[in-house]
DNA sequence: CGACCATTTGATATGGATCAAGCGATGTGG
DNA sequence: CCACATCGCTTGATCCATATCAAATGGTCG
């Protein structure tokens, strides 16, 4: 909503300077203008031009729809070093995508990747790779969307430890509402199947936010 | 599975020459071998080596999963026009695709279709095109997988009359349990659905394999 | 401390799965 | 040409996982 500040070659190369660990993409997404927005503040919405691609540098961000009916359906969880508002069809995002903690994030113009894309082929291929993980990410979701109750939470437990990369302590940064979002469930199944996760000693809920895996492949065995 | 004929200067024009009013990439990605495969035969598997790309000329694919569990979750189905098989992340299939009905296909190496996208920005922009069309369609399958039972079959019809477009009439090359998978229910409430529609004068079912579709803005409402 | 919001827990309802049987079309052999 | 087997589909009866409705608890921030 907020239209960031154009592109220019001493916030490009403030940009690159800030080039850190972030995940998978390397180094060449790694160039854009740095924006914060506070926590549960709205990052772009769905119909709105698409402008503009992010990455997120720290906090995260969730991408939903609002569907007919009123339920909310969340596309996905944005963590540190992940890029979204990139992939849109046609010129309008088909998300909206606002901000679950206090986040800031690289935005950099689509127009500007398309360029540098045409122009440097490692660029081009590391979108295309990007793109091909993102299908994956979203044909995942539809398998998700198959299991049982106990299967999606064990397996977005599962997920979400992954990306973290905190070994067994998960601190979750979206509400018990933002996860029955995603997973297709009511924040009441939720809340159940993680007690439930809590009194097969798979897990510990040691705040509502911080859960502590204990036994992983009990976990695994659940996600199926 | 069975490896097409390599690409040659011969079958490439003969391929061109083929060139029809196939849906909506045009023209540049009409290019390949023609094959054939029989009703319920195997085209490719999950895990082979993803070498080849395929466009549809005539009959119908699924493509799917066999989950642990054992159940088959179908991806999508592909019908004359429709690309499958080229977007693959890494080096295999990530689905197992098969002929529905005895259907021909064009079959294209990816590598190919990569060293073309590389030269002719134009071909780029189609492939990049289409992966947003198709990534679009997954997504719409995660939402498709929340409704209720009447709202996916009646969301499945309006899809494929649209694709097929033959008007109000619409004819299914694939079984119950082809839908069911697709839709994530079982025969049993997909075949009840269609006759709850039926009753509700929505639709009628002439035989199985063919639906007419009698109030559109009905099952539109249904599908909510 | 008190108010508010998020989460958990409890009781009940329900949509779709499961189990089981019947039916209709298609094809095959006698 | 018909009897019969087969396969895909429909219909029926029951069960169960999750939704829904409702209330209690707990954590956070003024």
């Not at 990369?165 to 302590?169: D, F, L, Q, T």
């Given at each position: 909503m907020p239209p960031p500040p154009a592109l220019r070659t001493d916030t490009f190369r403030r940009a690159i300077s800030m080039?850190?660990?972030?995940?998978?993409?390397?180094?060449?997404?790694?160039l854009g203008t740095p924006v914060s927005y506070r926590r549960n503040t709205e990052i772009f919405g769905e119909?709105?031009?698409?402008?503009y691609a992010y990455r997120v540098i720290s906090g995260s961000v969730r991408t939903y729809k609002i569907l007919d009916d009123g339920r909310r359906q969340i596309g996905g969880f944005h963590l540190p070093g992940d890029i979204f508002?990139?992939?849109?069809?046609?010129?309008?995002?088909t998300f909206s995508a606002d901000a679950i903690t206090d986040t800031t994030v690289l935005v950099v113009k689509r127009k500007t990747l398309a360029v540098l894309a045409g122009r440097h082929p490692a660029i081009a291929r590391e979108l295309f790779t990007f793109t091909g993980r993102e299908l994956r990410r979203v044909q995942d979701h539809v398998l998700l969307l198959l299991k049982t109750a106990q299967e999606r939470v064990a397996g977005f437990l599962l997920e979400m430890a992954e990306r973290t990369?905190?070994?067994?302590?998960v601190d979750l940064p979206m509400s018990r509402q933002d996860i029955a979002d995603y997973l297709g469930l009511t924040i009441e199944t939720v809340s159940r199947t993680l007690t439930g996760l809590e009194s097969a000693a798979?897990?510990?809920?040691?705040?509502?936010r911080r859960i502590v895996l204990r036994n992983r492949s009990a976990l695994r065995r659940l996600d199926s």
């Open positions: 080039r850190n660990a972030l995940a998978p993409l390397s180094h060449t997404l790694n119909k709105e031009p698409a402008d508002g990139l992939l849109e069809f046609g010129d309008e995002h990369c905190a070994g067994n302590v798979a897990i510990e809920v040691s705040t509502a």
